[in-house]
């Protein structure tokens, strides 16, 4: 994919991304260092990612921490960064259940600290990264249109996301703060570590590669817009530059629906595995059964075109897996691929 057009509006800036060490967060930044930035600082406090999930290059600056974290936040923003690619969050719905205050904490106080400085310190654009599996709630309209949200929403994951965007719209219109909301689908690519709470692709795959069925919660036959992460960069790094994109919530999704048991024969098939497929209930808070976006409005402002074929996606899922099992299995201890 040529970014080339797109990294040249970065030239000699300085970019924050707060989450840098996750999956999309990574990309994010292998993208930004192929081109010629002044500085990338992340801030990730490696609660759910991993420094060895960063390359090594003199331009990044990594700061371990949290956005709850006064101190760091000053030390970030006393750099003053040009662009803000707001990305760090407490993940996951389930984990959201589990831990409903700490999502509170995270998802809402933190985002509401990196509005606070980025209001003192005046970026060129603040991008959040929000979630369109999140906004419009289980009973929306197919495709899924950036002019409708829900307000009955499943997890406190979704409602904290939706206030996420509600602070960026405050700051915008209150602030004139140059924001922008990033409506993620189901993104997917090398980069993400397989664990509890992790997607549903590396935790398939990883399970695949040891020979276990893999286990749907559900019939198979739910849906998904599955986003392979280097289209869902080139459209964050748009957002980031984008005029028409300041104000607006933009979905970044493949525009194709892909169900489950689709998705699970072709990892099986992909890694050779014998074991199949196995059925578990339906967890009680999943309520969505068809997820798909429409991306008519991503390419209209920003010039959006995803370009991944879905089954090469799933391929280099599978690559990263191998290439780095040694950093995964030490990550992750000796219960890899056993959940």
Known sequence: ???????????????????????IGSNLVRILLSGSPRKVIVLDDFSSSYLWNLPKDNRLDVVEGSILEEQKLKQVFYERPDFVFHLAAHFANQNSIDHPETDLMVNGLGHLRIMEYARLTEPQR????????????????????????????????????????????HYHETYDLKTTNGRFFNVFGPGEVPGPYRNVIP??????????????????????????????VNGILRMGVFEKAVGEAINLASGKETSIKELATLINEITGNP???????????????????????????IGYEPQMEFKQGLKNVHGWLKSYKSNIVESIGPSAGLW
């Open 1 to 23: 994919m040529d970014y080339s057009k797109i990294l040249d509006k970065y030239e000699n800036s300085v970019v924050l991304i707060t989450g840098g060490a996750g999956c």
């Open 126 to 169: 603040v991008f959040f990264a929000g979630s369109g599996c999140s906004v419009y709630g289980s009973h929306a309209p197919i495709p899924f249109k950036e002019t409708m949200v829900s307000l009955t929403l499943d997890t406190p994951y979704q409602i904290h996301k939706l206030l996420g965007e509600l602070y960026c719209n």
């Open 275 to 301: 074991a199949g497929i196995e059925y578990r209930p339906k967890r009680s808070w999943d309520k969505s059964n068809r997820r798909l976006a429409s991306i008519a409005k991503a390419k209209e402002l």
């Open 203 to 232: 935790i398939f795959t990883w399970r695949a590669m040891h020979e276990k069925p893999l286990l749907i919660t559900g019939t198979g036959d739910e849906t998904r817009d599955f986003a392979y992460v280097g289209d869902v």
